[in-house]
């Protein structure tokens, strides 16, 4: 073999070793573990809030979304011992009030909530404090939204980056979904280098981790996440037994993502009938923060949402199923 052939050669061996760190593709992840009887019912019942909810932490509180309330959106909790604090934030047209509820992004320093109003199409700033000791008080307007191209689900990092996906409306009912940096003081957003070449149609949810400067999105309708940095650029695609880049929203994948310290944490529904009453996750699925499968863990419950409490190191559920909000332990878990 000449010279010019070793090094054709070299050059072959070493594209496939980077595509093969780069595109990893998973066929088996058979480490399951049951952990139902580690789960633990959070009582709620000094306060009504229906069916449709997300969660957040904030300081030391848990914050859970109530999308169907006609009155009270947002319901505090103490998240270290469940104990129920507050209900606030009245839906309605008023100068103090949420008209069509979206997206609420946390800033942990300043104490504020940053809740879309898309019926407004702003942004309001909420200082938990201030809400909780002043009845009368009103939110000042944080950003306002421009309605061709806005952010949906955005991670605050500082008044100059957030990082989430934004949403560019196509028809009356129709839109695109990319990730993008945006600068929530200007208003600025600049689209992410990455998006998966043979994904059509992209739905996705976002985890950040800021510690890492890393960001992974997880597919509704496809097995896939991706993992990227900060500038947008590649690191993982992760691919599950069932991957394939078919454009369909009959099956449902991952619903929720999110950063535990080095870990990913994603609910999955294993491609399930999307229109049937069978598509709650009922699973999480662990991975290292590059993207290597570690184990699952089957909750036997229909996972509505879930979020991370960083300062007990726990998951904390809201469900649909015979109880409502539950959590459990992650220290034996990971």
Excluded at 159 to 184: F, R
Excluded at 207 to 218: Q, R
Aim: glycine share 4%.
């Amino acid at each position: 073999m000449n010279k010019l052939s070793y090094f054709i050669f070299f050059i072959f061996l070493l594209s496939c070793t980077n595509n093969n760190t780069t595109e990893k593709f998973q066929q088996k992840r058979d480490n399951i573990i049951n952990i139902k009887n580690k789960i633990k019912e959070i009582n709620v019942e000094s306060v009504l809030i229906g069916g449709r909810t997300r969660l957040s932490t904030i300081n030391n509180y848990l914050i859970i979304r109530d999308y169907k309330s006609f009155d009270n959106l947002i319901h505090i909790f103490d998240k270290s011992n469940f104990k129920y604090i507050a209900s606030c934030i009245h839906k309605g047209e008023g100068p103090n009030e949420i008209t069509n509820m979206g997206h609420i992004a946390i800033n942990e320093d300043n104490h504020n909530l940053y809740i879309t109003d898309h019926g407004k199409q702003k942004i309001f700033s909420y200082n938990i404090d201030s809400i909780l000791i002043n009845q009368s008080y009103q939110p000042h307007i944080k950003a306002n939204i421009n309605i061709e191209l806005f952010p949906n689900e955005y991670h605050y990092i500082n008044d100059t980056l957030s990082i989430g996906s934004v949403i560019k409306p196509t028809g009356h009912s129709g839109y695109d979904q990319y990730v993008a940096k945006w600068n929530i003081t200007t208003g600025k957003i600049d689209l992410m280098n990455y998006s998966h070449p043979e994904i059509e149609k992209k739905r996705i949810c976002i985890a950040i981790s800021s510690e890492n400067k890393i960001y992974a999105e997880s597919y509704y309708h496809h097995d896939l996440i991706t993992i990227c940095d900060f500038n947008g650029d590649l690191l993982y695609n992760i691919y599950g037994p069932q991957w394939n880049s078919k454009k369909t929203n009959k099956v449902l994948y991952y619903s929720n993502i999110v950063f535990c310290k080095d870990n990913i944490i994603a609910s999955s529904s294993f491609g399930r009938d999307n229109f049937s009453k069978e598509f709650y996750p009922t699973s999480l699925i662990i991975f290292n923060k590059n993207g290597d499968y570690i184990k699952t863990l089957e909750t036997g419950y229909k996972i509505e949402d879930f979020c991370y409490d960083k300062d007990n190191n726990r998951v904390i559920m809201c469900l649909n199923d015979d109880i409502q909000f539950a959590y459990f332990e992650l220290n034996d878990l990971i």
